[in-house]
């Protein structure tokens, strides 16, 4: 079935450095990829999404491409903040029908 | 953005008490909404999908008769823990996907302890 790999953390930065969470997937056809981030005690919010192969999503200075030749859809930003700090999670959908999240990923930022 | 309500936040019951956590849609019309567990530090794991008017597909190993859900309304759906024991906590996160659009918008969770 469907699957969603991310790099495991936790990755700790300082502030205004690059990030990269790589994520890769598994799946049959063409998902729509996602990348949701969760602060601490709260639920998921969208930060960005791909629906179909060379596509970027971008949000608040987040990038990812969906790369269908090598099923990945890397999360990166150029410079980091301490509000940055929070868990990141890749995921995939068909037709948001039934969404598969990776394992996550926490970032901690330091000033 | 579309507004997803999940209430309570937070709640601590006894064992062997029910719990009732409801789902609200606040600006838009979802057909769909999803119910999810996450274990600390782990990822969410789906448990059932919701369809207005039908009953719950659950996932494998999900026990239906100890989580009741109900989709009544294109703006609500509950999730009932019934009989909750101590190995239910967790942090419980519904999603409701807009008619139509291809995105889950999720709410901020419930955090669920059994004593």
């Known amino acids: 079935g469907d699957s969603v790999t991310q790099m495991e953390g936790p990755v700790t930065l300082s502030e205004e450095a690059f990030l990269t969470i790589n994520c890769t997937y598994t799946a049959t056809g063409y998902p729509s990829l996602f990348w949701y981030v969760q602060y601490p005690g709260e639920g998921l919010q969208l930060l960005l999404k791909a629906t179909k192969a060379d596509d970027k999503g971008s949000n608040k200075g987040f990038e990812a491409t969906y790369r269908k030749e090598t099923t990945s859809f890397h999360l990166e930003k150029g410079s980091v903040q301490v509000s940055d700090s929070a868990v990141y999670f890749c995921?995939?959908?068909?037709?948001?029908?039934?969404?598969?999240f990776g394992a996550g990923t926490r970032l901690t930022v330091k000033p | 953005g579309a507004v997803v309500s999940q209430h309570p936040s937070w709640v601590i019951c006894k064992s062997g008490t029910s719990v009732k956590i409801e789902c609200r849609s606040l600006?838009?019309?979802?057909?769909?909404m999803f119910w999810y567990r996450q274990f600390p530090k782990q990822s969410l794991m789906l448990m059932a999908t919701?369809?207005?008017?039908?009953?719950?597909?659950?996932e494998q190993g999900v026990e239906k008769d100890k989580f009741l859900i109900n989709h009544a309304s294109l703006t609500l759906s509950t999730l009932t823990v019934t009989s909750a024991h101590p190995e239910d906590s967790s942090f419980y996160i519904c999603?409701?996907?807009?008619?139509?659009?291809?995105?889950?918008?999720f709410g901020a969770g419930t955090r669920l302890s059994v004593l």
């Open positions: 995921a995939l959908s068909h037709n948001n029908n039934d969404m598969r």
């Open positions: 600006d838009f019309q979802a057909t769909t």
């Open positions: 999603s409701a996907r807009d008619q139509g659009l291809p995105i889950q918008y």
């Open positions: 919701s369809n207005e008017g039908s009953k719950a597909t659950y």
